[in-house]
């Protein structure tokens, strides 16, 4: 196969078989094909795009790259979230053990958080002796017995996703559909879930800040998926202010634990409730384990207030070798003291938040990566508390700097300050979830 041809055809804009497409993506694993040939046909899809098919066939391409994990052997039907991250954004946490809990079995592989927003599996790094990395049969074998496990995502997975990735950021080609579609599914896919279930966040802390584009990215990743024989859903959530009330790694995962604990779900933040119950019932859903979504809510509102969700947490996480004290209020999870607090500066509502700032500060504290290699605080941590639409008066407490160094924390309360927009007027409340799509 003539890699330059390849190049040329989607520089004219011509669509590209399956054939073309592996032959490029294993020609790049295998070192045959070099970067900057790779670097030139990323370009030409960013100006050219790409059709369904050829977007699937690139997926297909990169997931052969690596292992696919084999779930048929799993007892419950398998289904997943995918999260296109934001800024506290905890809900995996709690909605694996709760989908769990429902009789799903949950195979979950995390990222790291980069920028402003976090990673699911820097929170559980949080955790006591918990082991983010198991070969596949110490994973597939949590999955089966305890219903979910959550572990850090090894390299024989998509490895071609990686190395492709590595070049579009330094390519200026991260921003184009087919290519995250490509990058995002290949991976979820190689997790085995028949159902998979996106949380597409859209606002000033997401990685997509507009609906139209959201919209987009959407359409291609449930096609894709659905070409694959998966059952898809796409939630879109609203990431125009943080969701919960922590940012940061322990705080975040001490939130996430805490409403699962029995009376957990009506002390809980709201909207954490809501997400984490919306996408739970949409993978019950998905799974085919009740008719519809009427059905699938009473069932995951049963499984959070009976006790049975949080009885699988704790016993997931003692599979993972995490330590967890139940009866300590911050599960024994090590937190900074608090440092300062920052205060309405004066009468009026909270009309917008820029969230990705918010992520910044916690970065201010060493509470986030602006590098891949950046070190991680994981002890210290923000807690925002008024919803945009809230009334304020001056003096009231917006938010609580957790660190242990007191000029970091200074710096992240300045710009979490700064992050925030008040107004005379009345200002509307923002709804969570926006549309829904599959
Ligand atoms: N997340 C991914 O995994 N890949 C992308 O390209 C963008 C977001």
């Keep these: 196969m003539n890699v330059l041809e390849i190049i040329e055809s989607k520089k004219r804009g011509r669509e590209l078989d399956e054939a073309q497409l592996a032959a490029l993506v294993d020609g790049f694993t295998a070192g045959t094909v070099p970067e900057y040939q790779m670097a030139a046909f990323l370009m030409a899809v960013w100006f050219r795009g790409m059709t369904a098919a050829e977007t699937a066939a690139l997926t297909g391409a990169m997931l052969r790259s690596g292992e696919e994990l084999d779930t048929s052997g799993l007892p419950s039907p398998s289904a997943d979230k995918h999260s296109t991250g934001g800024v506290g954004d905890k809900v995996s946490l709690l909605l694996a053990p709760l989908a769990a809990a429902c009789g799903l079995c949950v195979p979950m592989l995390s990222g790291r958080g980069l920028g402003h927003t976090g990673g699911t599996l820097d929170k559980l790094e949080a955790i006591p002796g918990y082991r983010i990395h198991l070969d596949n049969r110490g994973f597939l074998k949590i999955v089966a017995e305890q219903g979910c496990a959550i572990v850090g995502q090894s390299g024989s ?102 409403a699962l604990r029995p009376g957990g779900r009506e002390r809980a933040p709201a909207d954490l409730v809501e997400l984490t119950g919306e996408l739970t019932a949409e993978m019950v859903r998905g799974a085919g384990l009740v008719p519809d979504l009427a059905a699938a809510r009473v069932r995951v509102r049963a499984a959070w207030d009976d006790g049975s969700a949080y009885a699988r947490l704790l016993a997931w996480v003692a599979a993972q070798d995490g330590r967890l004290d139940p009866d300590r209020e911050d599960f024994s999870l090590v937190t900074a003291p608090l440092a300062t607090e920052i205060t309405a500066p004066r009468d009026g509502w909270l009309a917008a938040v820029d969230c990705r700032a918010l992520g910044l500060a916690l970065a201010d504290m060493k509470g986030a990566r602006r590098k891949v290699d950046d070190p991680l605080d994981l002890s210290c941590g923000l807690e925002f508390l008024p919803r945009v639409g809230d009334r304020l008066a001056k003096g009231d407490v917006i938010a609580r700097v957790f660190c242990s160094r007191k000029d970091e924390a200074e710096a992240a309360a300045k710009r979490a300050l700064a992050a925030l927009a008040f107004s005379a007027e009345e200002a509307p409340a923002r709804p969570l979830i926006l549309e829904r799509l599959g």
């Design 157 to 258: 997975i998509a490895p071609a996703d990686g190395r492709i990735y590595a070049l579009r950021d330094v390519t200026a080609t991260v921003d184009c559909v087919p290519l995250i579609t490509a990058s995002i599914m290949s991976k979820k896919l190689a997790a085995g879930p028949r159902t998979i279930v996106i949380d597409l966040k859209t606002g000033s802390g997401a990685f997509m800040t507009d609906l139209d584009r959201a919209r987009e990215l959407a359409t291609a990743l449930v096609a894709v998926g659905r070409s694959y024989g998966r059952t898809m859903a796409v939630v879109f959530s609203d990431m125009d202010q943080p969701l919960g009330r922590m940012i940061g790694h322990a705080v975040e995962t001490i939130e996430a634990f805490a």
